[in-house]
Nanobody, 122 residues
Framework: QVQLVESGGGLVQAGGSLRLSCAASGRTFSTYVMAWFRQAPGKDREFVAA??????TIFQSDSVKGRFTISKTQNTLYLQMNSLKPEDTAVYYCATRGARPVTYQATGYDYWGQGTQVTVSS
């Protein structure tokens, strides 16, 4: 199993920045890709960005390109969020997937963190 713990969420004004972290432990050697998803109230869980564990190939949704940056160190995943908008308000989750290829579907991920709340005020 893989354990994931997110941190770094909070309340920020529109135009501000936050950096989310996700610490991974356990059987991380079985991971192919790590991703960030978000879920706003009443909405489906939405793909934000992903990075392959070993190759570092990055995938991003169009809604965050140019504003959010995904990165990783050996066992920690990051999401640097700049120019935040009220519509970015959501619970943000990190997740891992062991199989190829990368998918943008939440159902394709094996392990999830508990989530961290991001609230952007206008």
């Amino acid at each position: 199993q893989v354990q994931l713990v997110e941190s770094g969420g909070g309340l920020v004004q529109a135009g501000g920045s936050l950096r989310l972290s996700c610490a991974a432990s356990g059987r991380t050697f079985s991971t192919y890709v790590m991703a960030w998803f978000r879920q706003a109230p009443g909405k489906d869980r939405e793909f934000v960005a992903a990075i392959t564990w070993f190759g570092g190939t990055i995938f991003q949704s169009d809604s965050v390109k140019g504003r959010f940056t995904i990165s990783k160190t050996q066992n920690t995943l990051y999401l640097q969020m700049n120019s935040l908008k009220p519509e970015d308000t959501a619970v943000y989750y990190c997740a891992t997937r062991g199989a190829r290829p990368v998918t943008y579907q939440a159902t394709g991920y094996d392990y999830w963190g508990q989530g961290t709340q991001v609230t952007v005020s206008s």
